[in-house]
């Protein structure tokens, strides 16, 4: 597998400047706004040219996870550090102090809540990585489709349906949109961000409403997505008993957030399509 790593003096501008806006943010005390710093990458594979995003968490900084990485290695730099994880299918976010340039690389996404309390480690920066086509979406491809809601930090457009259908009928209306399907929740931050959005539109939703999501019960009893990619991350509502059988996805507001409960395909539900770049 070849990569071309293309760095933009303007990103590494955009770096200081940012740093020099945070440091004066905390001598006045304010920890409120949320910043990200932007590292990206573009790489090549069979072809095929991607653009692979590494966003710097500010409300992250310094702090430590129980989990172990998939990799530890010292990197000269942050920018070597994303294109390490680059190179590895599943690495999804990482962690690069600055000082001992230590860089691990993990295969799953990482929130305040899954920070140890009262660990933290001196210049230690936490990044998730995204991979999308080159040719993205835009908020713009998002706006004339029916009004879609373009997320940029993972590079894809969303909309809830509130009319109910079974599990064939949503993915056609989802298929019904340029490059649209059922909303494919593959990781926590995926998870997050959807969370966020319902969110939004709440108004137009009941508790004990149920939202269909992608991916499915195969018969050799693993779950899948359409195109039969094996899911490997999963939300279900435990206290609940789930899954408990039934076939589909969908998602139900607890007081923990919209954890993943199992549903009958040939159930009506509310279902939220997405639409991603190709």
Partial sequence: MLFRTRWDREKLRDIREFETLRRSLEMGGCNCILFYIIITLYTQSKGESRVLRGFQDSNMKNRVFSSHPISASV????IQCVDACSMVENCLSLLYNSVTRICKLYDQDFTQEDALPYEFEENLDYFYIIRVPDGSITKAECDK???????????????VFFDDKNYEEALEKCKTF?????????????QKEVES??????????SDDQIRIAGYRSRDDHW??????????????????????QSGIALKMTSSGYRWH????YRDLKFICEISAR
């Fill in 197 to 206: 959005y319902l969110d939004t539109v709440s108004s137009n939703l009941d």
């Fill in 145 to 159: 489709q029916s009004d879609f809601r373009y997320i940029y930090l993972l590079d894809f457009c969303i909309k």
């Fill in 75 to 78: 990197k000269r730099s942050k």
């Fill in 224 to 245: 899948v997505y359409d195109d039969n990619q094996k899911l490997t991350y999963f939300n279900w509502n435990t206290e609940r008993d789930q899954p408990d059988g």
């Fill in 262 to 265: 199992d549903v009958s395909d």
């Fill in 178 to 190: 340029h490059g649209g399907n059922l909303v494919k929740i593959d990781r926590k931050l995926k």
